[in-house]
Structure formats: C-alpha cells, structure tokens
C-alpha cells in the first residue's frame, strides 16, 4: 500500500558549515527529498548564521575589524575585512593539519551551549516566529550539541511539529552531542548507534530508526562511465595502482604533503589523486607534480573515487562511507590529533576489516601502503561482505515522507 505524503509539505533542515559534513548530508537529503516529493518545500537553515549575534567569536572579530575597515576604505575601497565566526576557526585549523587542541573545544561549546541556552532558544523562536514564516512540517537537524535548544524552542512556538535528529557521525559521543532526553525521533546509521541510543532509555522504539549507514550524494549511486572521466584524462596511467588522498572540503596542505612526500622518497609504483577542496594554497603546490593530479572543490568526487584503488585520509564519517561505497579500502591516521568523535569511526574500520589506521602518516605511511596493497583484494572482499550496502540518503527520504504523512492524517 502506498503512503501518501502532503503534497505541499514544508521541511526545514538545520545545518551547519563546520567541517563540511553536515552540508553535504543536507544537501544529499535534499536533492533527493525533491526528486522524490517535487511538491515539498525543502528550507535549509544555516544554524550558525542564524546563531551569529551571540557567537562569541564573531562577536569579538566584529568589534576588531568595524574600526580596521574604516580606516581600510579610504585606502583601499574595494577590500573588505570580515568578521570571524566559531566555525571558522575550525575550518581553519582542518585546512592546516592543526587539530591537535581542538578536542578540547568540544567541552567549551557544550558549556556555552549550556550557559546561553536561554538566549540561543530565543533567536531561534524569533526564527519560527518570524512574520511570513511558513510553519513547518517537520524539522531536522544534521548536526550535533545544538539539538536541545532547538528541541525546545521549536515546542514553544510549534508543540505540533515534529523534531527529527539523523545522525551524521557513525556514532554518539554522550554527553548531549547527539542524543538528547526529548520526544524526537533520531535516526541512526550504524548499529552501534543504534545500540547507545536504546541505552539512553531516550527513545521508544517507534521513535528510533536504523539506516544503511552515512547519508551520500546521489552522483554515489551513478553507474560507472569512463567518458565522463578517465586516468589518461588526469594524465595518469591505467596501469598503476591510484590512491585518493582526502581531508574534507578544506583539504590540508600539511598531511597533504607529508604523504606525498613519503612515497615519493621510498619509490613506490603508485600514483595520486588530491582532492584539495577549498584549499588553494595546496592546490597550486601541487601544480605540475609528477604522477599527481590535484583536484579543486569539485561537486563529481565520486567520479575522482571511481579511480581510486584507495583512500588515504582523517577518519570523517563521510569521506569513509564514501570510499568504502566506492569499494575503496581506507589509511587513516588516529592519534592525539584525531577529533573525539572521529575516533570511534577508526574502530569501525578495523572491527569491519576494511582498512589500516597508523598512529603518523608522516612515519608509517608508505609501511600501511605496502601492506594494504599486498592484500588489497582481501581488503576489497571484506567491504563486500562486512559492510552493508549504504542506501541511507533513499531510507531517510522514505521514513520522513511516512512523518509527513502521519501528520497530514
């Protein structure tokens, strides 16, 4: 029997830019939420643009560059200094390989959360509140910490609207990073997940849904078609054995480098292909390297990975279930650099078989590739038959249409 969905449902889903996950998770579930609800009005909501007038980080960089830019426009008008948000300086720190320290962040910004809980619900009632605004049908949310004070706002103005939370990272790292004591519904995408959220006692089992893994863009699912991109079109042999090196839409120049480096000097008969992403710097480094093509922010990393014998790169929810959708085994790097909640998404690689983590790319990397290559088939057979087949981004869009639905009845 068919479920039939509101025609005309509206659906808002909170995001946020840090890391670049949470983009691509909602961007995916929107793409797909359109071709399959064409009639839905599908609102993404930038929570740290929303959250701006009580960012302490943008808030402390706009008093800085308010008088700089003044002073800037009567020498040079057409530059433009702009205040920092928290997320920035994240991002930043990605982009430059500097994450030893950020785990401590994790603790401030729970605090934070903690401490202007009042003032965050409020802006985000002004948001539901806003005169124009079209109610919602349903909210979801794709990022972590921010869960409860949006929980609660969203029930002061909408106690009818339901609050959903999918969860971007294969799993929770308790206190209140995902899981909070409300009446949502969450959606998981691994079991252990699963497994922690039964645990919590938070969520009746109708209110708690497992999925196939990590939400993927839909180019994932694309058959294969070497005349959209091919080695020799890198400028690159068929031949030879293709790792994929990856960290994130803001790349890193400095692990980028260091791998490069490395197996270079030890000679191995590999080639490479890095996925740069916003990272301009490492970009034009790269530029005319041998056997190396680097790539830009590019929408088709898909295509990129369809090449690719491996994947080298930190051990994200996302860059992991895309290389192992893609039949890639994965090198991933854990040590005190590794952010908290990436650190389990190592164990998952070595309970499932389906990779190597090294404490230092810089000293162990061209051992890992020597290995992974010399039973790369074994590797390969244990993403077939240990991983399911990730559909998660198709199941998502399914279960909230059946919401929808529900609620339209």
Known sequence: MTTMTKPNAVLEIFYMDAGG??????????DVLAERYPGWQVKPVDLQKLLEPIDPIHRITRRITRPLQRILGQIAPKLALEPVQAQDVYNTALKHGSTRGLGAILPILQAFIRLFALELEEILRQHWREP???KPDLVVSVIPNFNGVMFRALKDVHPDVPFVTIMTDMVDCPPNFWMEDQDQVMICGTQKAVEQAKASGFYPAANLIEVSGMMLKGS???QPDAARLSHSALGLSPDRATGLIMFGGNGSLTASLAILNRLEKAGLEIQTIV????NKKLHDALRGRAGCHAVGF???VADYMRLADFVIGKPGPGSISEAIHMGC?????RNANTMPQERP???????MSVGIAVKSFEKQIVGAVQRLLNDIESYKRNIRTNVPYNCAVFEVATHLGHLVAARGR
């Open 21 to 30: 996950g949470h983009r691509s998770a909602m961007n995916a579930l929107k």
């Open 132 to 134: 124009g605004h079209d």
């Open 220 to 222: 994932f699912y694309d």
């Open 275 to 278: 996925m740069c992403g916003n």
């Open 298 to 300: 590019v929408s088709n």
């Open 329 to 333: 085994p994965v090198i991933v790097e």
């Open 345 to 351: 998404n190592v164990d998952w690689i070595l309970d």
